[in-house]
């Protein structure tokens, strides 16, 4: 039986413990480092609590949450604190477990299986060159320096313990850490760089692994306590996610970042106070590079389970009032973190890898107020709210930074940001996706939202497909290919057989970029799990679309918005034959995301009653109230073709024969009044 105990504060398994960075005295720079932290938005706090200070009763251990100020706990800390003359400052996670021996043999057998240092730093190498750059889950330069500290020696526990030793839980938490870097960088390995591996070194670590709960990352885990929970534990959470969901695993990923959410506020990262309680200059420097980092990872982790929860359908863990992100400082971390304190970076700095994902942030931290939008159904209350949203994403692309536009941007950093132009398309998509978002719950009830379906899809698919140009065949593992291609193609085809006599200034660019989406996705269907079931559904829509097309000369003119401004307006002609694109206002001389965006002051008022007066679907067909969801019905509700019976190994063929044959039927979890229904119903 595993067990784990605590208590002890032996020396940890390593050996002799690592020293205490030195600490110099305040130098010539400290007038310097004083003034920036006066002007900081972050605070100071100093606490030197007496010696003989009478600690309170653990209340923690009935299950108190050590973040809420207004239960019991909470309570009695204040009453500490106003006995000490101050806030206290928050006490540190326990640093060492004592683990009893049964529960030290599984942790012996899990690091015997760490490769050699040298495959290693080979393979952290790779993920840092060929993997983080999708989300920045991790830093470099926080990182390495940590993992040379910890893994100099191979980290084995002494040979014969006793009964139960006390190690460091942040070792413990940084292993498995590494074990899933390790994974990950397995997984998108490129062509070649398994000559340069020891492959006895790998036997422990596979890349798509045996389970979901039996790999090294999950089995080290295990073995702690959750009140030793760090940043490293849910940065490994949300690694573990994203590894997930390139095998396909998508139920078990949504499972992991909902636990990480959970984890976080039970340690609360969306709490964001911002104090520092550091005793010198120096010490306090260091704080606040741990703040940027700890609200990196609340950003990311937020991205995380809005994102999926709103493409999916899931319930969002982090409910709305009920969480602080403050915005990180954009700018490069150093591996010196003593002496240089965060700066924003301008608008004419070069960009690092985490940019990106504050401006994605910068738009989809308004997705909590789309689920609350969608929560009324087909047929919104007040549909100005969702033209307002609408317009704000509009306002959001047209102001972008120049090294981020879609179209024309400024390339002066390409070469020496190997990855920026890839992230770059990876962003178009995204942000274009909160657009389709916005407007896929009113698919078959206001012809408005069908239009800015359409033109969404056709943004998206572009910038999928100059993304998929940017790539290496070992990247087309990633899950994002196949969900920013399906999300779109399924929604863009829904409408055009549903609703066929529509936007036929659309239609034939949209028809380009649908067979062109369907291409990549059978580029790639060997090597992504979903990408080869996606391309198969999508392959049979088309058939149904194109049967149902009108021809050129009865087709009707395009239907426009009547109010407010279309994505249409940012949509030229391409020169270059490449679909269109947006065309971009002029630039502001620097870029402030919420300016531009602003925040709805109204959103909150009470709804006022009005009567609906939008375009009733003219399909001939009554869609019910189930919210239309590709992906979720591809990954959860076993969408799939009833032809498509031989499995993922043999379905390279599947494409091919559907293209020959009459449109087959789908098979799934979906309602009587689903659009999965409609085409099965054989009218079409």
């Not at 043999?105 to 993920?127: A, N």
């Not at 340069?196 to 036997?203: F, P």
């Not at 984890?263 to 741990?290: P, T």
Request: hydrophobic share 35%; glycine share 6%.
């Amino acid at each position: 039986m595993t067990c784990v105990l605590r208590g002890k504060q032996d020396s940890c398994f390593y050996g002799d413990s690592i020293s205490s960075l030195h600490r110099t005295q305040p130098s010539a720079e400290a007038s310097d480092i004083s003034a920036f932290l006066k002007q900081s938005y972050v605070g100071t706090q100093e606490y030197s609590p007496p010696e003989d200070e009478a600690h309170s009763p653990d209340l923690a251990s009935y299950g108190y949450s050590t973040v809420n100020d207004h239960n019991s706990l909470g309570i009695l800390q204040k009453l500490e604190n106003l006995e000490l003359g101050g806030a206290q400052q928050p006490r540190r996670k326990q640093k060492n477990i004592a683990l009893c021996r049964s529960t030290l043999d599984i942790y012996r057998s899990v690091l015997k299986q760490m490769p050699c240092p040298s495959c290693v730093r080979h393979l952290v190498d790779i993920f840092f060159n060929e993997v983080n750059w999708q989300y920045t889950i991790l830093d470099r330069n926080y990182f390495i320096p940590k993992m040379e500290r910890n893994y100099q020696h191979y980290p084995l526990p002494p040979p014969s313990p006793p009964d139960d030793t006390t190690f460091s839980s942040e070792k413990l938490i940084f292993s498995a850490l590494l074990f899933q870097v390790l994974a990950y960088a397995l997984q998108f390995l490129p062509a070649g760089y398994s000559e340069t591996l020891h492959a006895s070194c790998l036997k422990g670590i596979h890349e798509d692994g045996h389970g979901t709960s039996d790999d090294p990352t999950m089995q080290l885990l295990s073995l702690l306590p959750k009140d030793v929970i760090n940043l490293d534990y849910i940065a490994a959470q949300i690694l573990r996610t994203a590894w997930l969901k390139n095998r396909g695993l998508i139920a078990e990923a949504w499972l992991v970042v909902a636990q990480a959410a959970i984890n976080a506020q039970e340690i609360g990262l969306h709490r964001d106070d911002g104090k520092l309680y550091a005793s010198d200059a120096e010490s306090a420097i260091e704080e606040l590079w741990e703040i940027v980092l700890r609200r990196r990872l609340m950003l990311n982790l937020y991205l995380w389970d809005s994102q999926m929860g709103m493409v999916l359908g899931k319930p969002l863990n982090f409910k709305v009032n009920d969480y602080i992100i403050i915005p990180p400082t954009d700018c490069e971390i150093p591996r010196n973190r003593k002496s240089t304190a965060p700066f924003e970076r301008t608008e004419y700095d070069k960009p690092n890898t985490f940019s990106v994902r504050l401006l994605e942030y910068h738009i989809h931290k308004y997705l909590p107020q789309v689920r609350q939008l969608e929560t009324e159904g087909p047929h919104p209350r007040d549909y100005g709210k969702v033209e307002h949203l609408h317009q704000m994403a509009l306002d959001y692309i047209a102001t972008m930074p120049s090294v981020y536009r879609c179209q024309n941007p400024d390339t002066s950093y390409d070469e020496e940001c190997p990855r920026l132009e890839s992230q770059r398309e990876f962003l178009c998509a995204t942000v274009w996706l909160f657009i389709l978002i916005l407007h896929r719950p009113y698919i078959f009830s206001i012809a408005k939202s069908r239009i800015e379906i359409l033109q969404a899809g056709i943004q998206m698919l572009n910038a999928q497909q100059r993304l998929f140009l940017t790539l290496k065949p070992h990247h087309y593992r990633m899950f994002t290919l196949a969900y920013l291609s399906v999300e779109p193609c399924v929604s863009m085809l829904a409408v055009l057989i549903a609703f066929p006599h529509e936007n036929a200034g659309l239609v034939a660019e949209a028809f380009r970029c649908l067979k062109e989406s369907l291409s990549r996705l059978n580029t790639i269907r060997s090597t992504n799990r979903v990408a080869g079931q996606g391309a198969d559904v999508i392959n049979n829509l088309i058939l149904r679309a194109e049967k149902n097309r009108p021809l050129p000369a009865s087709g009707s003119k395009s239907t426009s918005p009547s109010e407010g401004r279309s994505s249409e307006s940012f949509m030229t002609p391409s020169s270059h034959g490449a679909g269109p694109f947006y065309r971009m206002a002029d630039q502001p001389s620097s870029f402030v995301p919420d300016a531009s965006l602003g925040e709805m002051s109204d959103w909150n008022m009470p709804f006022q009653p009005t009567s609906f007066t939008g375009p009733i679907a003219d399909s001939g067909y009554t869609f019910d109230a189930t919210p239309f969801r590709p992906v979720a019905d591809l990954t959860y509700n076993d969408l799939a073709l009833v032809m498509s019976d031989e499995g993922f190994g043999a379905a390279e063929n599947v494409s091919n024969r559907v293209s020959i044959e009459m449109p087959q039927q789908f098979r799934g979890d979906f309602s009587e009044g689903s659009f999965w229904t409609f085409v099965n119903g054989g009218t079409v």
